[in-house]
């Protein structure tokens, strides 16, 4: 009879230890999902060239097997949904522009003096020949919004303390992407960089950022490149030459007879 | 010769009943002319749409184009390629393809522009004369484009509305240009309704900045000559490229047209048996009345081999007669429809096979088998369907005859 008790006992025993070390195992999960760490540095890269306003010179150079180009551009923002971009060089296409007002986004175009609306059709293609699409410009910022993050890995990788986050995007967020994984340095929270992976989970570009520096006493990666995995010899690449923060932009600028001047 | 005497004069004697049986020969004999001639007519102007709309009998590419298509995979120097298939008695024409985005007002719609050589192209095929509205390009008017009809009906733009158009040049720029619409088309195909935006060739080489070089060349082979064979000639001008004929470029459709003939035959065949039936009919009709007098011929002592001669010859001569009438109507209204044909306009806006546009004025085709066939088909017919009735009369007891009712 006590054999059997004592039997019993380390039966129950071992049940006790083997939940507990399944519920140990879960843990780390079930504390990832509703990770507030990974919402705050998710806001803080969307927050990244966030101010109230900026103003900012930029050079993209896209290259494809086919050409290369580098165009120089001027770009306001302000708040979240206003931008405004325009083509300073080259001479050949100056003035093209693009306007984004909330969900909104139109590109004028000088030579036929007219503003084109980007409809839906039209967001997975090429913004001003990049590799950038024009989803990405009417989205920008708002990966806290479409997407849950995790923490899923953290600690030093390559030799530097980094914080990766999976992105899934959330259930009825308008994306095209299967998940996003961004990587973080782990002292300051900078981009280091973003892959996405589309809707098979197959790689596919790669944004990388660089060069970080201050200005208006934040600090920004002022070089961006982006690169399609299917094509290994293709990239565009965006360097900040001017950033300003908080700058007075007049009322009424972020419209359609703006893009004319 | 007495035989045939008779026989006339039985016909004329009951001239009502041989009026309507010649009649309805006549008349089954020119609606199968006109029948014929309206299938050989479908069949043909499918093959002629599918290929001289836009398609041509030959198309050469880049290798590697139609798989995968792109404003870099080129033909170079198409003008000497076309040069020299003309030198060689082809009708050929260049095109340059892009794609991009073309917007009238707050409309816009991805299209592929289609830049031609206005003048190869008519040499060439028959599309510029395909217009809905407006006019075809000219050289002279580099602004000027013609829109497929689904896109002009997406953009709701008319002749002479303006429209943006934007992509990127073939050097990396953005290309932008404002156009004016020339014309528009009527149905050709799936692509080209839903995203044709043609321009002239130097318009599509500025716009794209693409100095030189062309995506495609299509070919028309000469009405002469079959495409079999031309095609080793063709390839022969185009080495090192992808030749292509119309049968490898759209298969099903050359599918269907094989097959239309097998198609045909069933509904030949049950229009004919309807045919068959009238004739049968009248034919034991003029013999079944006529019962009472066999039986008196027969006891007069003609043979049955008389009597049977007899009613062949009745049956021929008025076969004869109908074989005149029909010839007479059927003939000149096949020819007449295939001048103007049928116009299906009022029931369809437009029809589309295997994405190629079919012709809503349906013509006919005459040729001589699709008369002669007829004709010999009511002879054969007119002799199987008198063959019972003239057996039955041959065969009659005179008695049994004469007391029949």
């Not at chain 2, 206005?118 to 602004?143: A, F, M, Q």
């Not at chain 2, 079959?226 to 080495?239: H, R, S, W, Y």
Request: overall charge neutral.
């Amino acid at each position: 009879m006590r054999k059997l008790f004592y039997k019993n006992m380390v039966q129950i025993w071992t049940f006790v230890f083997v939940i507990f070390f399944i519920v140990s195992l879960l843990a780390p999960i079930t504390s990832q999902t509703a990770d507030p760490d990974a919402h705050a540095i998710l806001k803080k890269i969307d927050d990244l060239w966030r101010g109230t306003s900026s103003k900012a010179i930029l050079t993209m150079k896209v290259k494809t097997i086919h050409w290369e180009r580098t165009l120089t551009m001027e770009a306001w923002s302000q708040g979240t949904d206003k931008t405004l971009v325009k083509v300073i060089k080259p001479l050949k296409e100056r003035g093209t522009a693009t306007l984004k007002v909330k969900n909104e986004a139109y590109n004028y175009l000088p030579k036929t003096d007219r503003a084109i609306k980007l409809t839906a059709a039209m967001m997975l293609g090429s913004w001003m020949g990049s590799h950038f699409t024009n989803d990405d410009l009417v989205k920008e910022s708002r990966m806290s919004e479409d997407y849950d993050p995790s923490i899923s890995f953290s600690g030093k990788r390559e030799g530097a303390d980094i914080i990766e986050l999976t992105l899934t995007p959330k259930p009825e967020a308008p994306v095209v992407w299967g998940k996003l994984i961004v990587i973080v340095h782990a002292n300051d929270l900078q981009p280091i960089r973003i892959t996405y992976y589309d809707e098979d989970m197959i790689k596919a570009r790669e944004m990388t950022f660089s060069d970080y520096k201050l200005a208006s006493g934040r600090m920004v990666p002022m070089r961006m490149i982006m690169r399609p995995t299917d094509k290994p010899k293709e990239f565009t690449e965006i360097i900040y030459n001017e950033l300003i923060f908080d700058v007075a932009i007049p009322e009424g600028f972020f419209s359609l007879a703006q893009l004319r001047h | 010769m007495k035989i045939w005497r008779m026989a006339f004069r039985n016909i004329l004697r009951m001239k009502r009943r041989s009026l309507i049986t010649t009649l309805a020969m006549a008349f089954a004999l020119g609606i199968m002319i006109v029948y014929s001639c309206l299938m050989d007519g479908l069949v043909h102007d499918m093959e002629k749409n599918a290929t001289m709309l836009e398609m041509g009998h030959v198309q050469i590419h880049a290798p590697g184009y139609l798989e995968s298509p792109s404003i870099y995979k080129r033909i170079e120097d198409p003008e000497s390629l076309v040069a020299s298939l003309q030198n060689a008695g082809f009708h050929a024409s260049y095109r340059l393809f892009a794609s991009g985005l073309a917007a009238r007002g707050n409309a816009s719609a991805g299209v592929q522009f289609r830049g031609v050589d206005p003048t190869l192209e008519s040499d060439t095929t028959r599309l510029p004369h395909h217009l809905l509205e407006g006019k075809w390009l000219d050289e002279k008017e580099p602004k000027n484009v013609v829109l497929g009809k689904r896109l002009a009906q997406t953009l709701s733009a008319k002749v002479s509305d303006e429209i943006v158009v934007v992509s990127q040049a073939s050097d990396g720029s953005i290309a932008n240009e404002l156009y004016i619409v020339a014309g528009i088309l009527k149905s050709v195909g799936e692509i080209v309704d839903r995203s044709g935006l043609f321009m002239t060739v130097s318009a599509f080489r500025e716009l794209m900045v693409m100095p030189e070089g062309s995506h495609e060349i299509v070919i028309a082979v000469p009405p002469e000559q079959e495409l079999q064979d031309a095609l080793p000639a063709i390839k022969k001008i185009a080495q090192g490229l992808d030749v292509k004929t119309w049968e490898q470029l759209n298969p099903a459709l050359a599918e269907m047209i094989n097959s239309a003939d097998a198609f045909l035959i069933p509904l030949i065949v049950i229009t004919y048996m309807a045919i068959a039936i009238v004739i049968l009919n009248a034919m034991l009709m003029a013999v079944f009345e006529r019962i009472h007098e066999y039986g008196v011929m027969k006891a007069l002592g003609v043979g049955p081999f008389s009597v049977f001669r007899l009613v062949l010859i009745e049956a021929f001569i008025m076969t004869h007669g109908a074989a005149i009438l029909g010839l007479a109507t059927g003939v000149p209204l096949a020819f007449y429809l295939e001048t103007h044909g049928i116009d299906l306009g009022i029931f369809a806006q437009g029809a589309t096979i295997s994405g190629v546009a079919i012709d809503l004025v349906w013509r006919s085709l005459v040729s001589v088998s699709s008369i002669l066939m007829p004709l010999i088909f009511l002879y054969i017919l007119v002799l199987l369907g008198t063959m019972y009735p003239a057996i039955k009369a041959a065969r009659l007891k005179p008695v049994d005859a004469i007391h029949h009712h």
